[in-house]
């Protein structure tokens, strides 16, 4: 079996993480987030319930990495602590979930630059990511870096336009809110947070595993919860929960709000770039599931090709950027947003129950909130979305027993 070049180390593995997570979510899931929740302390309450599942998400998912140093992440801890079936979900699970956010990633690309032409910018950002990601992790690392860079130095400028309008006329924060509102909010704003699974998908690609995934995991998301508090209520004490709630550019809000409009268009920019440098990250995370399944028959065996020259899962990349490039010509962005934060929840809800089986106190206690959290908040997604995600998981699990039949019944004329 051909191995992937380990070129990563920890800077490297937090740039990734950061970009990932630095992106769409942070630039639209407030808005939404904030007319389910019905309050500004409902949101922030939300925003901290996403926050803790989160972290019990990244730090199941960083014990396991750290063990399973390979790609393929939670297909390959489900496959591992609890059988073929469950590692099978999960990475039936993140391919279709991140599938769809890859195209609400492009979809998000279009309608902040060129709104009238959304779906052929959309379309043309996969085809140019797709074309980064062939030449190698190293490459995309590089990528990475320039496209953080411009997102904090947006976001700077925001938290100082936050901070501007603060100061001139703040507004009061509001109650408000359901305890099913708060966690539909957090269902929400998770979208916002999932990028750290692409760490430990590049499981391996990073060196010295064991020491790297645990650190690159821990300082991007708690760089990135610091960030996210810090906006939300900044957000709300500049706009208040109902303007809030009712906003299509929330950031460009906030800034405006501050009496800086100048700053409006380099807002709208940088939110595209940000949005780019998802985009890139999540294409390199879908390509190296995809290339694990298919190393182990779960997928068609070609995806499984490693490039000889630039070591990377080629064949794997190209289909999964033709099927965003399809999916973005036709998709509906609330639908597959939706759809894909249900997905990627079943999908931490295996590698917490992964977690579990490897025993220890802490561990376990992490990966039990962490299992409840998902299970909670993907129940509280609007219905559609829900609906959406277990027919996919029913026909996910059809493909899997029907493969296993076939295999029966050829190992039955074989003897």
Same mark, same amino acid.
Do not use: Q
């Given at each position: 079996?051909?191995?992937?070049?380990?070129?990563?180390? $920890?800077?490297?593995?937090?740039?990734?993480?950061?970009?990932?997570?630095?992106?769409? @979510?942070?630039?639209?899931?407030?808005?939404?987030?904030?007319?389910? &929740? /019905?309050?500004?302390?409902?949101?922030?309450?939300?925003?901290?319930?996403?926050?803790?599942?989160? *972290?019990?998400?990244?730090?199941?998912?960083?014990?396991?990495? #750290?063990?399973?140093?390979?790609?393929?992440?939670?297909?390959?801890?489900?496959?591992?602590?609890?059988?073929?079936?469950?590692?099978?979900? &999960?990475?039936?699970?993140?391919?279709?979930?991140?599938?769809?956010?890859?195209?609400?990633?492009?979809? !998000?690309?279009?309608?902040?630059?060129?709104?009238?032409?959304?779906? *052929?910018?959309?379309?043309? +950002?996969?085809?140019?990511?797709?074309?980064?990601?062939?030449?190698?992790?190293?490459?995309?690392?590089?990528?990475?870096?320039?496209?953080?860079?411009?997102?904090?130095?947006?976001?700077?400028?925001?938290?100082?336009?936050?901070?501007?309008?603060?100061?001139?006329?703040? $507004?009061?924060?509001? /109650?408000?809110?359901? +305890?099913?509102?708060?966690?539909?909010?957090?269902?929400?704003?998770?979208?916002?947070?999932?990028?750290?699974?692409?760490?430990?998908?590049?499981?391996?690609?990073?060196?010295?595993?064991?020491?790297?995934?645990?650190? #690159?995991?821990?300082?991007?998301?708690?760089?990135?919860?610091?960030?996210?508090?810090?906006?939300?209520?900044?957000?709300?004490?500049?706009?208040?929960?109902?303007?809030?709630?009712?906003?299509?550019?929330?950031?460009?809000?906030?800034?405006?709000?501050?009496?800086?409009? *100048?700053?409006?268009?380099?807002?709208?920019?940088?939110?595209?770039?940000?949005?780019?440098?998802?985009?890139?990250?999540?294409?390199?995370? $879908?390509?190296? !599931?995809?290339?694990?399944?298919?190393?182990?028959?779960?997928?068609?065996?070609?995806?499984?090709?490693?490039?000889?020259?630039?070591?990377?899962?080629?064949?794997?990349?190209?289909?999964?950027?033709?099927?965003?490039?399809?999916?973005?010509?036709?998709?509906?962005?609330?639908?597959?947003?939706?759809?894909?934060?249900?997905?990627?929840?079943?999908?931490?809800?295996?590698?917490?129950?992964?977690?579990?089986?490897?025993?220890?106190?802490?561990?376990?206690?992490?990966?039990? $909130?962490?299992?409840?959290?998902?299970?909670?908040?993907?129940?509280?997604?609007?219905?559609?979305?829900?609906?959406? /995600?277990?027919?996919?998981?029913?026909? @996910?699990?059809?493909?899997?027993?029907?493969?296993?039949?076939?295999?029966?019944?050829?190992?039955?004329?074989?003897?």
């Amino acid at each position: 079996m051909e191995k992937l070049a380990r070129r990563l180390g $920890v800077r490297d593995a937090v740039v990734i993480g950061l970009s990932a997570m630095l992106g769409a @979510g942070v630039f639209a899931a407030f808005a939404p987030a904030a007319s389910l &929740a /019905g309050g500004g302390v409902a949101l922030l309450a939300a925003l901290a319930v996403a926050g803790v599942v989160a *972290w019990c998400n990244a730090s199941s998912s960083a014990v396991l990495a #750290a063990r399973y140093p390979e790609s393929g992440g939670t297909y390959v801890y489900g496959r591992e602590r609890l059988g073929p079936f469950w590692g099978f979900l &999960a990475g039936w699970g993140f391919v279709i979930g991140k599938t769809a956010s890859c195209a609400a990633m492009g979809l !998000t690309i279009g309608a902040y630059l060129w709104p009238e032409r959304a779906r *052929w910018v959309a379309l043309a +950002a996969v085809i140019a990511l797709t074309a980064v990601n062939l030449r190698g992790v190293a490459k995309t690392a590089l990528a990475a870096r320039v496209f953080l860079a411009v997102t904090l130095l947006v976001l700077a400028g925001v938290l100082a336009g936050g901070v501007r309008a603060v100061a001139l006329d703040p $507004v009061p924060l509001t /109650g408000g809110g359901s +305890a099913l509102g708060v966690l539909g909010a957090a269902g929400l704003l998770f979208f916002a947070f999932a990028g750290y699974a692409r760490i430990a998908t590049l499981g391996e690609e990073v060196r010295d595993p064991a020491r790297t995934i645990p650190r #690159a995991v821990a300082i991007a998301l708690t760089v990135v919860l610091a960030l996210y508090a810090a906006l939300a209520t900044l957000a709300l004490l500049t706009l208040g929960a109902g303007r809030l709630a009712a906003s299509k550019a929330p950031l460009v809000d906030v800034v405006t709000a501050a009496g800086w409009p *100048w700053l409006a268009p380099v807002v709208r920019i940088g939110a595209g770039v940000a949005v780019v440098g998802v985009l890139l990250s999540l294409l390199a995370g $879908v390509g190296r !599931t995809a290339l694990a399944m298919a190393r182990r028959g779960d997928l068609p065996r070609p995806l499984a090709a490693v490039h000889p020259v630039h070591r990377v899962p080629h064949v794997a990349e190209l289909v999964v950027g033709a099927v965003v490039a399809a999916l973005v010509m036709a998709a509906d962005l609330r639908g597959v947003i939706g759809f894909s934060s249900f997905a990627v929840l079943v999908y931490y809800a295996v590698a917490n129950a992964s977690a579990w089986t490897l025993g220890g106190a802490r561990t376990r206690v992490v990966a039990a $909130v962490g299992l409840t959290g998902c299970l909670a908040v993907a129940a509280s997604l609007p219905w559609r979305s829900a609906a959406a /995600g277990l027919a996919l998981f029913a026909l @996910g699990a059809a493909v899997y027993a029907g493969r296993a039949l076939i295999r029966r019944s050829r190992s039955s004329s074989s003897l």
